[in-house]
């Protein structure tokens, strides 16, 4: 046993005796000035994060001056002047300083509850035609998403991705939220026309709703990718998705493997979906068959388990073969644990 034991930790100082990269989900509070990201991006520095995902559009509100989106709730209670640009800003200082920035979508998302907003621009009052619903017709609410089988959202889909990529030409995007929250989605009276149109265009095969909503989030993905190539931009798309690839596609339809191996999508950021050693060693492992090399990054959610827990966690995930993880929280004590166990590259 003493030898085993010996022979494990040598094992495990070797694999771990490099760097990983450090990513990490900015909130929206942190891009309301310019002191604000400068803060930001000194705590990058500190804490060796080499990767900021930037939520550009999230609850179809826009951080950015957008023809399609209404402004930001957190831009107009922070009172951010007009005239600044935070991501423009963040992506300049994020150059000077050698920080990624990726810019993070959430395509679906309307509201994460019943208390809509009343602003009478917002996707919710403008179009709340677009809205998923239930099989019964009721409006679902946990959360409100346009529903993406409706045509009209696809278009909407995509016309907010080329303008994000005109205005700004981002190396990277991260698409955020690209699912069918749970299978009770998908309802939409226009939806479920285009579905019926679907199945008649695949009449020499059976088809059911599940297809078509696997179909219909693939057909988005491979649309954006389109429209990149048509604005001749540099722009490579990541996704973030459940660890558990079967589970993603049955209860999700987000079929985000297939979309990771053809090339459509650089890399997943893999939430896991219980945070646990076993399930993180197994999804990791599977990871590592499935997945073309170096197109997955591990992503965890500390404040969800105690500190030795992920501590634990963290150790037996160092095992693999990967070279950057995401956390989604700016925590010292997080953040010093991830730094003394090699993951944030010194500058």
């Known amino acids: 046993m003493i030898v085993f034991a010996l022979v494990f930790v040598t094992a495990w100082s070797q694999e771990n005796s490099r760097f990983r990269e450090l990513g990490v989900v900015v909130e929206r509070t942190d891009l309301i000035s310019e002191s604000s990201i400068d803060k930001l991006l000194g705590n990058c520095i500190k804490y060796r994060i080499g990767t900021l995902y930037i939520p550009v559009v999230s609850y179809m509100e826009a951080l950015y001056d957008s023809k399609l989106l209404p402004r930001s709730n957190v831009l107009i209670n922070n009172k951010t002047p007009l005239d600044f640009d935070p991501i423009s800003y963040i992506m300049e ?73 005109l205005k700004y030409n981002p190396t990277y995007i991260a698409i955020d939220s690209l699912e069918y929250p749970d299978n009770s989605y998908g309802y939409n009276p226009y939806a479920m026309k285009s579905f019926e149109t679907f199945k008649r265009q695949n009449f020499n095969k059976p088809i059911n709703i599940d297809d ?54 650089s890399k997943a950021i893999m939430w896991y979906w219980y945070p646990d050693v076993r399930n993180v060693r197994y999804d990791t492992s599977r990871a590592e068959d499935n997945i073309l090399s170096g197109r997955f990054i591990p992503a965890l959610s500390p404040l969800e388990m105690g500190k030795s827990q992920f501590t634990l966690i963290m150790k037996n995930l160092l095992e693999y073969d990967f070279d950057e993880m995401t956390i989604d929280v700016f925590d010292r004590s997080i953040l010093e644990t991830l730094n003394s166990l090699k993951v944030g590259v010194p500058r």
């Open 93 to 165: 200082k994020g150059e000077t300083f050698g920080v990624k920035i990726v810019l993070t979508i959430d395509p679906l998302t309307v509201w994460p509850g019943k208390d809509l907003p009343v602003n009478a621009l917002h996707i919710s009052n403008s179009h709340s035609d677009w809205l998923s619903r239930d099989s019964m017709g009721m409006l679902l609410y946990d959360p409100v998403i346009m529903d993406p089988g409706v045509p009209e959202v696809q278009s909407f889909i995509i016309a907010v991705f080329k303008e994000l990529m």
């Open 212 to 265: 078509y909503r696997v179909h219909v989030l693939s057909d988005i993905v491979s649309r954006i990718n389109e429209v990149r190539d048509s604005l001749g931009v540099r722009t490579r798309f990541y996704i973030f998705c459940n660890s558990d690839p079967e589970l993603s596609k049955k209860d999700n339809f987000q079929d985000w493997v297939v979309w990771v191996n053809s090339g459509d999508i």
